[in-house]
Protein backbone atom coordinates (compact mmCIF):
# COMPACT_ATOMS: atom_id res chain seq x y z
CA UNK A 1 0.00 0.00 0.00
CA UNK A 2 3.27 2.41 0.89
CA UNK A 3 5.26 0.87 -2.27
CA UNK A 4 2.71 3.62 -4.75
CA UNK A 5 2.99 6.70 -3.26
CA UNK A 6 5.58 9.03 -3.56
CA UNK A 7 8.24 9.03 -1.09
CA UNK A 8 7.84 12.59 -0.04
CA UNK A 9 4.37 12.87 0.32
CA UNK A 10 4.50 9.58 2.18
CA UNK A 11 6.99 11.36 4.56
CA UNK A 12 5.39 14.47 4.78
CA UNK A 13 1.72 12.91 5.52
CA UNK A 14 2.66 9.54 7.98
CA UNK A 15 6.18 9.95 9.21
CA UNK A 16 5.35 6.98 11.58
CA UNK A 17 4.33 4.44 8.89
CA UNK A 18 7.67 4.65 7.22
CA UNK A 19 9.75 3.32 11.30
CA UNK A 20 10.94 -0.09 11.03
CA UNK A 21 9.12 -1.97 13.50
CA UNK A 22 12.67 -2.06 15.32
CA UNK A 23 13.21 1.34 15.36
CA UNK A 24 9.54 1.95 16.84
CA UNK A 25 10.32 -0.49 19.30
CA UNK A 26 13.06 1.10 20.39
CA UNK A 27 11.09 4.54 20.18
CA UNK A 28 8.18 3.39 22.46
CA UNK A 29 10.60 0.56 24.43
CA UNK A 30 9.66 2.30 27.58
CA UNK A 31 5.72 2.12 26.85
CA UNK A 32 5.98 -1.60 26.01
CA UNK A 33 7.99 -2.06 29.02
CA UNK A 34 5.67 -0.61 31.63
CA UNK A 35 2.94 -2.06 29.84
CA UNK A 36 4.20 -5.64 30.73
CA UNK A 37 3.60 -6.27 33.93
CA UNK A 38 -0.40 -5.75 33.11
CA UNK A 39 -0.33 -7.44 30.48
CA UNK A 40 1.21 -10.92 31.87
CA UNK A 41 -1.25 -10.86 34.65
CA UNK A 42 -4.13 -10.69 32.46
CA UNK A 43 -2.31 -13.33 30.48
CA UNK A 44 -1.97 -15.69 33.56
CA UNK A 45 -4.99 -15.11 35.17
CA UNK A 46 -7.37 -14.16 32.38
CA UNK A 47 -6.35 -15.86 29.54
CA UNK A 48 -4.27 -18.99 30.58
CA UNK A 49 -7.44 -20.42 32.44
CA UNK A 50 -9.23 -21.02 29.47
CA UNK A 51 -6.63 -23.41 28.03
CA UNK A 52 -7.82 -24.94 31.14
CA UNK A 53 -11.36 -25.40 30.18
CA UNK A 54 -9.98 -28.86 28.12
CA UNK A 55 -10.98 -30.76 31.41
CA UNK A 56 -14.66 -29.83 29.98
CA UNK A 57 -13.30 -32.89 27.90
CA UNK A 58 -11.45 -35.02 30.20
CA UNK A 59 -12.01 -37.25 33.31
CA UNK A 60 -10.21 -35.02 34.99
CA UNK A 61 -8.22 -35.95 38.14
CA UNK A 62 -6.42 -33.42 40.60
CA UNK A 63 -3.50 -35.81 41.21
CA UNK A 64 -2.52 -37.37 37.63
CA UNK A 65 -2.88 -33.80 36.13
CA UNK A 66 -4.39 -32.07 33.03
CA UNK A 67 -2.18 -33.71 30.45
CA UNK A 68 -2.40 -37.32 32.17
CA UNK A 69 -6.52 -37.53 32.34
CA UNK A 70 -8.08 -39.10 29.79
CA UNK A 71 -10.55 -37.74 27.15
CA UNK A 72 -13.57 -38.31 27.31
CA UNK A 73 -14.99 -36.37 24.54
CA UNK A 74 -18.43 -34.81 25.46
CA UNK A 75 -19.20 -36.76 28.30
CA UNK A 76 -18.81 -34.42 30.76
CA UNK A 77 -21.67 -32.26 28.54
CA UNK A 78 -24.60 -35.04 28.87
CA UNK A 79 -26.00 -33.03 32.17
CA UNK A 80 -26.69 -30.43 29.76
CA UNK A 81 -28.50 -32.15 26.81
CA UNK A 82 -29.60 -35.05 28.68
CA UNK A 83 -31.44 -32.71 31.23
CA UNK A 84 -29.76 -33.57 34.78
CA UNK A 85 -32.27 -32.62 37.47
CA UNK A 86 -29.61 -30.25 39.41
CA UNK A 87 -29.07 -28.69 36.06
CA UNK A 88 -31.89 -27.89 35.15
CA UNK A 89 -33.29 -26.62 38.41
CA UNK A 90 -30.14 -24.49 38.54
CA UNK A 91 -30.91 -23.05 35.15
CA UNK A 92 -34.45 -22.18 36.03
CA UNK A 93 -33.30 -20.41 38.98
CA UNK A 94 -30.93 -18.53 37.05
CA UNK A 95 -33.72 -17.58 34.47
CA UNK A 96 -36.35 -16.93 37.06
CA UNK A 97 -33.62 -14.15 39.17
CA UNK A 98 -32.61 -12.32 35.75
CA UNK A 99 -36.19 -12.08 34.79
CA UNK A 100 -37.07 -10.62 38.13
CA UNK A 101 -33.95 -8.61 38.31
CA UNK A 102 -34.71 -7.26 34.78
CA UNK A 103 -38.58 -5.94 35.77
CA UNK A 104 -37.47 -4.90 39.14
CA UNK A 105 -33.64 -3.87 39.41
CA UNK A 106 -33.41 -2.50 35.79
CA UNK A 107 -35.85 0.69 35.57
CA UNK A 108 -35.50 1.47 39.64
CA UNK A 109 -32.45 3.69 39.06
CA UNK A 110 -33.95 5.29 35.86
CA UNK A 111 -37.00 6.56 37.98
CA UNK A 112 -34.62 7.33 41.14
CA UNK A 113 -32.28 9.14 38.64
CA UNK A 114 -35.15 11.59 37.62
CA UNK A 115 -36.23 12.19 41.09
CA UNK A 116 -32.96 13.12 41.74
CA UNK A 117 -33.07 15.09 38.78
CA UNK A 118 -35.65 17.08 39.75
CA UNK A 119 -34.33 18.18 42.79
CA UNK A 120 -33.80 22.05 43.30
CA UNK A 121 -31.22 22.66 46.46
CA UNK A 122 -28.34 20.95 44.77
CA UNK A 123 -27.21 20.91 48.55
CA UNK A 124 -29.93 18.20 49.07
CA UNK A 125 -29.18 16.43 46.15
CA UNK A 126 -24.99 15.68 47.21
CA UNK A 127 -26.55 14.48 50.36
CA UNK A 128 -29.18 12.34 49.20
CA UNK A 129 -26.48 10.72 46.25
CA UNK A 130 -24.14 10.36 49.19
CA UNK A 131 -26.44 8.34 50.79
CA UNK A 132 -27.72 6.01 48.05
CA UNK A 133 -24.31 5.59 46.67
CA UNK A 134 -23.07 3.74 49.87
CA UNK A 135 -24.34 0.20 49.92
CA UNK A 136 -22.78 0.10 46.66
CA UNK A 137 -19.42 -0.11 48.66
CA UNK A 138 -20.32 -2.82 51.18
CA UNK A 139 -19.56 -6.64 50.28
CA UNK A 140 -22.40 -9.14 50.23
CA UNK A 141 -21.45 -10.46 53.53
CA UNK A 142 -22.58 -7.04 54.84
CA UNK A 143 -25.30 -6.76 52.98
CA UNK A 144 -26.67 -10.48 53.44
CA UNK A 145 -25.97 -9.51 57.81
CA UNK A 146 -27.89 -6.23 57.26
CA UNK A 147 -30.60 -8.05 55.82
CA UNK A 148 -30.65 -10.64 58.47
CA UNK A 149 -30.54 -8.18 60.85
CA UNK A 150 -33.45 -6.18 59.41
CA UNK A 151 -35.97 -9.31 58.75
CA UNK A 152 -34.22 -12.29 60.32
CA UNK A 153 -35.56 -14.25 63.20
CA UNK A 154 -33.99 -11.42 65.67
CA UNK A 155 -34.44 -8.74 63.48
CA UNK A 156 -35.64 -5.28 63.88
CA UNK A 157 -38.97 -6.62 62.26
CA UNK A 158 -39.49 -9.36 64.44
CA UNK A 159 -38.29 -7.49 67.37
CA UNK A 160 -41.21 -5.16 66.95
CA UNK A 161 -43.80 -7.41 66.00
CA UNK A 162 -42.81 -9.57 68.79
CA UNK A 163 -42.80 -6.73 71.49
CA UNK A 164 -46.38 -5.29 70.08
CA UNK A 165 -48.05 -8.99 70.39
CA UNK A 166 -48.40 -10.08 66.72
CA UNK A 167 -47.28 -13.00 64.89
CA UNK A 168 -43.59 -12.94 63.39
CA UNK A 169 -42.64 -13.39 59.78
CA UNK A 170 -40.08 -15.68 58.57
CA UNK A 171 -38.62 -13.74 55.44
CA UNK A 172 -34.84 -14.56 55.59
CA UNK A 173 -35.75 -18.51 55.81
CA UNK A 174 -38.74 -18.81 53.96
CA UNK A 175 -37.75 -21.01 50.50
CA UNK A 176 -40.89 -19.14 48.68
CA UNK A 177 -39.54 -15.88 49.82
CA UNK A 178 -36.04 -16.21 48.77
CA UNK A 179 -36.04 -15.10 44.81
CA UNK A 180 -37.61 -11.89 45.71
CA UNK A 181 -35.13 -11.45 48.87
CA UNK A 182 -32.52 -11.42 46.34
CA UNK A 183 -33.49 -9.18 44.14
CA UNK A 184 -34.48 -6.62 46.61
CA UNK A 185 -31.03 -7.30 47.98
CA UNK A 186 -29.70 -6.13 44.56
CA UNK A 187 -32.26 -3.47 44.61
CA UNK A 188 -30.77 -2.13 47.98
CA UNK A 189 -27.02 -2.26 47.18
CA UNK A 190 -26.75 -1.08 43.40
CA UNK A 191 -30.05 1.37 42.74
CA UNK A 192 -28.41 4.17 44.15
CA UNK A 193 -25.18 3.77 42.53
CA UNK A 194 -26.79 3.05 38.99
CA UNK A 195 -28.50 6.66 38.56
CA UNK A 196 -25.23 8.06 38.30
CA UNK A 197 -24.92 6.80 34.68
CA UNK A 198 -28.61 8.18 34.02
CA UNK A 199 -27.97 11.47 35.39
CA UNK A 200 -24.84 11.60 33.44
CA UNK A 201 -27.60 11.34 30.33
CA UNK A 202 -29.76 13.72 31.88
CA UNK A 203 -27.61 16.38 32.55
CA UNK A 204 -26.20 16.21 29.07
CA UNK A 205 -30.19 16.63 27.22
CA UNK A 206 -30.21 20.09 25.75
CA UNK A 207 -31.99 22.38 27.79
CA UNK A 208 -33.83 24.48 24.98
CA UNK A 209 -35.52 20.86 24.10
CA UNK A 210 -37.61 21.21 27.42
CA UNK A 211 -38.04 25.10 26.97
CA UNK A 212 -39.29 24.49 22.95
CA UNK A 213 -41.66 21.53 23.97
CA UNK A 214 -43.07 24.15 27.29
CA UNK A 215 -43.59 26.72 24.66
CA UNK A 216 -45.47 23.88 22.26
CA UNK A 217 -47.63 23.40 25.56
CA UNK A 218 -45.91 20.26 26.61
CA UNK A 219 -46.83 19.26 30.30
CA UNK A 220 -44.61 17.34 32.75
CA UNK A 221 -45.17 14.39 31.26
CA UNK A 222 -45.36 14.89 27.75
CA UNK A 223 -41.93 16.01 28.04
CA UNK A 224 -41.11 12.90 30.51
CA UNK A 225 -42.17 11.10 27.44
CA UNK A 226 -41.11 12.93 24.08
CA UNK A 227 -37.86 14.57 25.44
CA UNK A 228 -36.24 13.01 28.85
CA UNK A 229 -36.96 9.27 27.86
CA UNK A 230 -35.63 9.55 24.21
CA UNK A 231 -32.67 11.47 25.65
CA UNK A 232 -32.02 8.30 27.78
CA UNK A 233 -32.64 5.71 25.28
CA UNK A 234 -29.30 4.47 23.97
CA UNK A 235 -27.72 4.32 27.74
CA UNK A 236 -31.05 2.15 29.00
CA UNK A 237 -30.23 0.10 25.11
CA UNK A 238 -26.51 -0.24 26.28
CA UNK A 239 -27.08 -1.08 29.95
CA UNK A 240 -29.78 -3.56 28.76
CA UNK A 241 -27.53 -5.04 26.15
CA UNK A 242 -24.81 -5.27 28.79
CA UNK A 243 -27.64 -7.31 31.66
CA UNK A 244 -28.54 -9.67 29.10
CA UNK A 245 -25.48 -10.59 28.37
CA UNK A 246 -24.96 -11.13 31.98
CA UNK A 247 -28.79 -13.33 32.01
CA UNK A 248 -27.07 -16.51 33.26
CA UNK A 249 -24.53 -14.66 35.89
CA UNK A 250 -26.44 -13.88 39.27
CA UNK A 251 -24.88 -12.61 42.44
CA UNK A 252 -22.19 -15.86 42.96
CA UNK A 253 -21.39 -14.34 46.50
CA UNK A 254 -25.12 -13.32 47.79
CA UNK A 255 -26.24 -17.15 46.65
CA UNK A 256 -23.65 -18.95 48.21
CA UNK A 257 -23.93 -16.77 51.25
CA UNK A 258 -27.48 -17.33 51.77
CA UNK A 259 -27.72 -20.87 50.09
CA UNK A 260 -27.48 -22.66 54.08
CA UNK A 261 -30.50 -21.02 55.09
CA UNK A 262 -33.10 -22.13 52.18
CA UNK A 263 -31.35 -24.99 50.69
CA UNK A 264 -30.22 -25.74 47.03
CA UNK A 265 -33.83 -26.28 45.56
CA UNK A 266 -34.27 -22.86 45.29
CA UNK A 267 -31.34 -21.09 45.67
CA UNK A 268 -28.83 -23.07 43.42
CA UNK A 269 -28.45 -20.94 39.98
CA UNK A 270 -25.52 -22.09 37.15
CA UNK A 271 -22.58 -20.39 38.74
CA UNK A 272 -23.06 -22.12 41.72
CA UNK A 273 -23.77 -25.29 40.08
CA UNK A 274 -20.61 -25.24 38.88
CA UNK A 275 -19.04 -24.87 41.70
CA UNK A 276 -21.08 -27.10 44.29
CA UNK A 277 -20.10 -29.84 41.72
CA UNK A 278 -16.55 -29.29 40.51
CA UNK A 279 -15.05 -28.18 43.97
CA UNK A 280 -17.41 -29.40 46.41
CA UNK A 281 -18.16 -32.74 44.85
CA UNK A 282 -15.30 -32.91 42.86
CA UNK A 283 -16.88 -33.71 39.45
CA UNK A 284 -14.27 -31.44 37.58
CA UNK A 285 -15.05 -31.95 34.36
CA UNK A 286 -18.59 -31.55 34.19
CA UNK A 287 -18.65 -28.59 36.29
CA UNK A 288 -16.05 -27.03 33.78
CA UNK A 289 -18.16 -27.97 31.13
CA UNK A 290 -21.44 -26.39 32.53
CA UNK A 291 -19.03 -23.58 32.59
CA UNK A 292 -18.21 -23.18 29.53
CA UNK A 293 -20.84 -23.56 27.58
CA UNK A 294 -22.54 -20.93 30.18
CA UNK A 295 -19.55 -18.53 28.67
CA UNK A 296 -20.49 -19.45 25.25
CA UNK A 297 -23.94 -18.66 25.49
CA UNK A 298 -23.65 -15.54 27.60
CA UNK A 299 -21.05 -14.12 24.47
CA UNK A 300 -23.91 -15.37 22.04
CA UNK A 301 -26.08 -13.42 24.24
CA UNK A 302 -23.86 -10.22 23.97
CA UNK A 303 -23.03 -10.11 20.27
CA UNK A 304 -26.92 -11.05 20.00
CA UNK A 305 -28.53 -7.83 21.68
CA UNK A 306 -25.92 -5.77 19.96
CA UNK A 307 -26.97 -7.01 16.57
CA UNK A 308 -30.65 -6.21 18.21
CA UNK A 309 -29.34 -2.61 19.17
CA UNK A 310 -27.94 -1.72 15.50
CA UNK A 311 -31.55 -3.05 14.29
CA UNK A 312 -32.96 -0.36 16.47
CA UNK A 313 -30.62 2.45 15.22
CA UNK A 314 -28.53 2.38 18.30
CA UNK A 315 -25.21 2.27 18.58
CA UNK A 316 -24.77 -0.50 21.27
CA UNK A 317 -21.31 -1.59 22.83
CA UNK A 318 -19.65 -1.66 19.98
CA UNK A 319 -20.16 -0.01 16.22
CA UNK A 320 -19.49 -2.26 13.00
CA UNK B 1 -50.33 16.18 38.02
CA UNK B 2 -50.07 17.66 34.78
CA UNK B 3 -49.38 21.21 35.24
CA UNK B 4 -49.46 23.31 32.05
CA UNK B 5 -46.11 25.16 32.72
CA UNK B 6 -42.98 23.23 33.80
CA UNK B 7 -43.74 23.81 37.69
CA UNK B 8 -45.16 20.25 39.73
CA UNK B 9 -47.77 20.69 41.74
CA UNK B 10 -47.26 20.81 45.78
CA UNK B 11 -48.53 17.45 45.90
CA UNK B 12 -46.56 16.07 43.08
CA UNK B 13 -43.13 17.46 44.93
CA UNK B 14 -44.46 16.18 47.86
CA UNK B 15 -44.54 12.42 46.60
CA UNK B 16 -41.57 12.74 45.41
CA UNK B 17 -40.10 13.96 48.39
CA UNK B 18 -41.97 11.28 50.48
CA UNK B 19 -40.31 8.76 47.86
CA UNK B 20 -36.79 9.79 48.32
CA UNK B 21 -36.44 10.03 51.79
CA UNK B 22 -37.98 7.11 52.26
CA UNK B 23 -34.89 5.28 50.08
CA UNK B 24 -32.46 7.09 52.62
CA UNK B 25 -34.39 6.04 55.41
CA UNK B 26 -33.80 2.38 53.80
CA UNK B 27 -30.09 2.90 53.91
CA UNK B 28 -29.86 4.52 57.25
CA UNK B 29 -31.77 3.09 59.43
CA UNK B 30 -30.46 -0.43 59.27
CA UNK B 31 -26.65 1.30 60.07
CA UNK B 32 -28.12 3.30 63.06
CA UNK B 33 -29.63 -0.15 64.30
CA UNK B 34 -26.21 -1.83 63.67
CA UNK B 35 -24.20 0.56 65.45
CA UNK B 36 -27.09 0.91 68.68
CA UNK B 37 -26.61 -2.90 68.88
CA UNK B 38 -22.75 -3.00 68.91
CA UNK B 39 -22.97 -0.23 71.52
CA UNK B 40 -25.94 -2.22 73.83
CA UNK B 41 -25.75 -3.69 77.11
CA UNK B 42 -26.51 -7.37 77.66
CA UNK B 43 -30.08 -6.23 79.86
CA UNK B 44 -30.91 -3.92 76.56
CA UNK B 45 -30.41 -6.91 74.00
CA UNK B 46 -32.59 -8.92 76.10
CA UNK B 47 -35.20 -6.40 76.50
CA UNK B 48 -35.68 -5.39 72.65
CA UNK B 49 -35.69 -8.78 71.47
CA UNK B 50 -32.07 -8.98 70.00
CA UNK B 51 -31.96 -6.25 67.63
CA UNK B 52 -31.35 -2.92 69.21
CA UNK B 53 -32.82 0.04 67.11
CA UNK B 54 -31.93 3.13 69.76
CA UNK B 55 -29.47 2.89 72.85
CA UNK B 56 -30.41 3.62 75.99
CA UNK B 57 -27.09 3.21 77.99
CA UNK B 58 -24.16 2.54 75.91
CA UNK B 59 -21.44 0.28 76.22
CA UNK B 60 -18.13 -0.43 74.74
CA UNK B 61 -17.31 -4.11 75.76
CA UNK B 62 -18.10 -5.33 72.69
CA UNK B 63 -15.19 -3.55 71.04
CA UNK B 64 -12.74 -4.42 73.86
CA UNK B 65 -13.46 -7.92 73.58
CA UNK B 66 -13.16 -8.37 69.73
CA UNK B 67 -10.19 -5.51 69.70
CA UNK B 68 -8.10 -7.32 72.27
CA UNK B 69 -6.43 -9.89 70.47
CA UNK B 70 -8.32 -13.12 68.83
CA UNK B 71 -9.83 -14.14 65.97
CA UNK B 72 -11.79 -10.86 64.84
CA UNK B 73 -8.24 -8.49 65.54
CA UNK B 74 -6.11 -11.11 63.43
CA UNK B 75 -8.32 -11.00 60.34
CA UNK B 76 -8.79 -7.52 60.81
CA UNK B 77 -4.93 -6.90 59.91
CA UNK B 78 -4.97 -9.53 57.49
CA UNK B 79 -7.70 -7.77 55.86
CA UNK B 80 -6.10 -4.38 56.20
CA UNK B 81 -2.84 -5.86 55.05
CA UNK B 82 -4.41 -7.55 51.67
CA UNK B 83 -6.32 -4.35 50.86
CA UNK B 84 -2.97 -2.15 51.04
CA UNK B 85 -1.07 -4.21 49.25
CA UNK B 86 -3.63 -5.28 46.69
CA UNK B 87 -4.56 -1.42 46.24
CA UNK B 88 -0.94 -0.71 45.54
CA UNK B 89 -0.25 -3.14 43.39
CA UNK B 90 -3.19 -2.87 41.42
CA UNK B 91 -3.09 0.91 40.76
CA UNK B 92 1.36 0.69 40.13
CA UNK B 93 0.05 -2.23 37.44
CA UNK B 94 -2.60 -0.47 35.87
CA UNK B 95 -0.98 3.07 35.71
CA UNK B 96 1.69 1.49 34.15
CA UNK B 97 -0.47 -0.53 31.99
CA UNK B 98 -3.04 2.15 31.11
CA UNK B 99 -0.09 4.96 30.01
CA UNK B 100 1.91 2.08 28.19
CA UNK B 101 -1.72 2.26 26.13
CA UNK B 102 -2.39 5.61 25.81
CA UNK B 103 -0.88 6.75 22.51
CA UNK B 104 -2.19 5.24 19.38
CA UNK B 105 0.31 4.25 16.97
CA UNK B 106 3.11 2.94 19.44
CA UNK B 107 4.59 -0.40 18.76
CA UNK B 108 2.08 -3.48 19.61
CA UNK B 109 -0.40 -0.65 20.54
CA UNK B 110 -3.28 -2.72 19.00
CA UNK B 111 -2.71 -6.57 19.81
CA UNK B 112 -1.79 -4.65 23.34
CA UNK B 113 -5.14 -3.09 23.78
CA UNK B 114 -7.04 -6.05 22.19
CA UNK B 115 -5.74 -8.26 24.77
CA UNK B 116 -7.10 -5.67 27.67
CA UNK B 117 -10.17 -5.17 26.02
CA UNK B 118 -11.40 -8.64 25.61
CA UNK B 119 -10.55 -9.46 29.02
CA UNK B 120 -13.41 -7.25 29.80
CA UNK B 121 -15.94 -9.39 27.42
CA UNK B 122 -15.04 -12.63 28.14
CA UNK B 123 -14.24 -13.46 31.88
CA UNK B 124 -12.29 -16.61 32.74
CA UNK B 125 -14.75 -19.47 34.42
CA UNK B 126 -13.98 -20.31 37.76
CA UNK B 127 -13.19 -23.72 37.83
CA UNK B 128 -10.06 -23.34 35.36
CA UNK B 129 -9.04 -20.05 36.92
CA UNK B 130 -9.16 -22.55 40.25
CA UNK B 131 -6.55 -24.60 38.65
CA UNK B 132 -4.48 -22.16 37.80
CA UNK B 133 -4.03 -20.46 40.90
CA UNK B 134 -3.88 -24.26 42.29
CA UNK B 135 -0.83 -25.43 39.64
CA UNK B 136 1.30 -22.00 40.59
CA UNK B 137 1.00 -22.94 43.89
CA UNK B 138 -0.38 -19.93 45.26
CA UNK B 139 -2.99 -21.69 47.50
CA UNK B 140 -2.86 -21.25 51.31
CA UNK B 141 -0.63 -17.99 50.62
CA UNK B 142 -1.98 -14.11 50.24
CA UNK B 143 -0.81 -14.20 46.42
CA UNK B 144 -3.93 -16.09 46.13
CA UNK B 145 -5.94 -12.74 47.02
CA UNK B 146 -3.64 -10.06 45.58
CA UNK B 147 -2.50 -12.12 42.07
CA UNK B 148 -5.27 -13.24 40.21
CA UNK B 149 -7.46 -9.82 40.67
CA UNK B 150 -4.53 -7.36 40.34
CA UNK B 151 -5.68 -6.02 36.89
CA UNK B 152 -9.09 -5.39 36.32
CA UNK B 153 -9.51 -4.49 32.87
CA UNK B 154 -12.50 -2.05 33.03
CA UNK B 155 -10.51 0.47 35.22
CA UNK B 156 -7.68 0.04 32.62
CA UNK B 157 -9.52 1.47 29.84
CA UNK B 158 -11.08 4.48 31.95
CA UNK B 159 -7.66 5.30 33.24
CA UNK B 160 -6.45 5.33 29.38
CA UNK B 161 -8.98 7.50 28.31
CA UNK B 162 -8.42 9.87 31.01
CA UNK B 163 -4.77 10.39 30.04
CA UNK B 164 -5.72 10.52 26.39
CA UNK B 165 -7.43 13.49 27.60
CA UNK B 166 -4.54 15.16 28.84
CA UNK B 167 -3.78 18.74 26.75
CA UNK B 168 -1.23 17.19 24.36
CA UNK B 169 0.25 20.46 23.89
CA UNK B 170 1.90 20.38 27.39
CA UNK B 171 3.15 16.87 27.21
CA UNK B 172 4.23 18.13 23.60
CA UNK B 173 6.59 21.15 25.38
CA UNK B 174 7.62 18.86 28.05
CA UNK B 175 9.04 16.23 25.03
CA UNK B 176 11.15 19.52 23.57
CA UNK B 177 12.45 20.22 27.03
CA UNK B 178 13.72 16.48 26.60
CA UNK B 179 11.82 14.60 29.06
CA UNK B 180 11.77 11.13 28.26
CA UNK B 181 8.47 9.26 28.74
CA UNK B 182 8.88 8.34 31.99
CA UNK B 183 9.54 11.24 33.27
CA UNK B 184 6.21 12.87 31.50
CA UNK B 185 4.63 9.75 33.38
CA UNK B 186 5.96 11.03 36.98
CA UNK B 187 6.44 14.68 36.31
CA UNK B 188 3.39 15.01 33.91
CA UNK B 189 0.55 12.87 33.84
CA UNK B 190 0.59 11.60 37.41
CA UNK B 191 0.15 15.23 38.90
CA UNK B 192 -2.82 15.93 36.68
CA UNK B 193 -4.71 12.35 37.68
CA UNK B 194 -4.86 12.75 40.92
CA UNK B 195 -8.77 12.60 41.29
CA UNK B 196 -8.61 9.78 38.54
CA UNK B 197 -6.22 7.77 40.58
CA UNK B 198 -8.27 8.44 43.58
CA UNK B 199 -11.16 7.05 42.48
CA UNK B 200 -9.85 3.94 40.75
CA UNK B 201 -7.59 3.41 43.98
CA UNK B 202 -10.81 3.75 45.70
CA UNK B 203 -12.67 0.84 43.45
CA UNK B 204 -9.42 -1.07 43.96
CA UNK B 205 -9.45 -1.18 47.79
CA UNK B 206 -12.73 -1.49 48.30
CA UNK B 207 -12.43 -4.54 46.27
CA UNK B 208 -9.84 -6.30 48.06
CA UNK B 209 -11.49 -5.10 51.23
CA UNK B 210 -14.44 -6.71 50.38
CA UNK B 211 -13.30 -9.41 49.03
CA UNK B 212 -14.99 -13.12 50.25
CA UNK B 213 -14.64 -15.63 47.97
CA UNK B 214 -11.14 -15.65 46.44
CA UNK B 215 -10.65 -16.60 50.15
CA UNK B 216 -13.18 -18.97 50.96
CA UNK B 217 -11.54 -21.12 47.87
CA UNK B 218 -8.29 -20.39 48.20
CA UNK B 219 -6.94 -20.46 52.06
CA UNK B 220 -8.04 -23.55 53.78
CA UNK B 221 -6.36 -22.34 57.04
CA UNK B 222 -8.79 -20.30 58.93
CA UNK B 223 -5.93 -18.68 60.75
CA UNK B 224 -5.02 -16.73 57.73
CA UNK B 225 -8.84 -15.69 57.19
CA UNK B 226 -9.37 -11.57 56.18
CA UNK B 227 -12.36 -10.29 58.25
CA UNK B 228 -15.06 -11.29 55.42
CA UNK B 229 -14.96 -14.60 56.31
CA UNK B 230 -15.23 -14.38 59.88
CA UNK B 231 -17.93 -12.13 59.29
CA UNK B 232 -19.59 -14.88 57.47
CA UNK B 233 -18.87 -17.34 59.83
CA UNK B 234 -20.17 -15.56 63.38
CA UNK B 235 -22.34 -13.13 61.78
CA UNK B 236 -24.43 -14.75 59.10
CA UNK B 237 -23.96 -18.35 59.72
CA UNK B 238 -24.63 -17.18 63.50
CA UNK B 239 -21.71 -19.39 65.10
CA UNK B 240 -20.99 -18.48 69.03
CA UNK B 241 -17.47 -17.11 69.72
CA UNK B 242 -16.65 -17.71 73.13
CA UNK B 243 -14.26 -17.00 75.37
CA UNK B 244 -11.89 -18.80 72.91
CA UNK B 245 -12.41 -16.68 69.83
CA UNK B 246 -12.09 -13.23 71.70
CA UNK B 247 -9.56 -11.65 73.12
CA UNK B 248 -8.95 -10.48 77.15
CA UNK B 249 -10.68 -12.21 79.60
CA UNK B 250 -13.62 -10.08 81.09
CA UNK B 251 -17.11 -10.84 81.32
CA UNK B 252 -18.70 -11.81 77.64
CA UNK B 253 -20.64 -8.97 76.17
CA UNK B 254 -23.95 -9.70 74.31
CA UNK B 255 -23.41 -12.39 71.29
CA UNK B 256 -25.31 -9.66 69.22
CA UNK B 257 -23.42 -6.66 69.99
CA UNK B 258 -20.26 -8.83 69.13
CA UNK B 259 -21.31 -9.80 65.99
CA UNK B 260 -22.67 -6.08 65.34
CA UNK B 261 -19.73 -5.00 66.26
CA UNK B 262 -17.94 -7.00 64.14
CA UNK B 263 -19.85 -5.47 61.16
CA UNK B 264 -19.38 -1.77 62.10
CA UNK B 265 -15.17 -2.46 62.11
CA UNK B 266 -15.87 -4.29 58.57
CA UNK B 267 -17.72 -1.01 57.41
CA UNK B 268 -15.83 1.43 58.64
CA UNK B 269 -13.09 1.83 56.58
CA UNK B 270 -15.29 1.89 53.44
CA UNK B 271 -16.72 4.96 55.43
CA UNK B 272 -13.68 6.89 56.29
CA UNK B 273 -12.09 6.42 52.68
CA UNK B 274 -15.68 7.50 51.12
CA UNK B 275 -16.20 10.92 51.57
CA UNK B 276 -12.53 11.98 50.15
CA UNK B 277 -13.45 9.97 46.81
CA UNK B 278 -17.33 10.45 46.54
CA UNK B 279 -17.25 14.26 45.17
CA UNK B 280 -14.88 12.74 42.66
CA UNK B 281 -17.39 10.45 41.23
CA UNK B 282 -19.69 12.96 39.11
CA UNK B 283 -17.15 14.91 37.65
CA UNK B 284 -14.49 12.23 38.02
CA UNK B 285 -13.47 9.68 35.39
CA UNK B 286 -16.75 7.81 35.30
CA UNK B 287 -18.33 10.62 32.81
CA UNK B 288 -15.69 10.60 30.48
CA UNK B 289 -15.79 6.19 30.53
CA UNK B 290 -19.45 6.38 29.48
CA UNK B 291 -18.91 9.61 26.82
CA UNK B 292 -16.37 7.29 25.47
Redesign the interface.
Known sequence: MTAHHPVAVEAAAAP?RRMR?HQ??L?????????????L?????????????V?AFKDYQPYIG?LESPWVGLNNFRVIWEGDPGFLNALSNTLIITLLQVLIVFPAPIA?AL??D??ISQRLKKV????????H??????V???F???FGN???L??FL??HDLATVSIITNPELFKLLVTSQVL?KDA?WAT??F???LARIDVEL?EAS?VD?A????QLWHVTLPGLRS?IVLLLILRLGDSLTVG??QI??QE?AVGRQVSEVL?TY??NH??LAAD?GQ??AV??V??LVG?LL?LGANRLAHRLGERGIYSR | MITAMGRPSPLARAAKGLVLALCCAAVVVPFVGIVSTSLATREEVTRSGGFVLLPGEISFAAYEAILSGGVVTRATLVSLFVTAAGTALSLVATTLLAYGLSRPGSFAHRPLLLTVLFAILFGPGLIPSYLVVKSLGLVDTYWALLLPPMINAFNVIILRAFFQELPPEVLESARIDGAGDLAILWRIVLPLSKAALAVIGLFYGVGYWNAFFGALLYLNDSGMWPLQLVLRTYVVNQTQLGIDQLGGGAALPPQEAVQMAILVLSIVPILLVYPFVQRHFSKGVLIGAVKG
Open positions: RWRLRDRVLVLVALPGVSLLVFHYLPWLGNIILLLSLVQSILYLPFLSWVIVAVQQMAGLNSRTWGILLAAYAGGRWRLFEILPDVFAIWGAGLKGVV
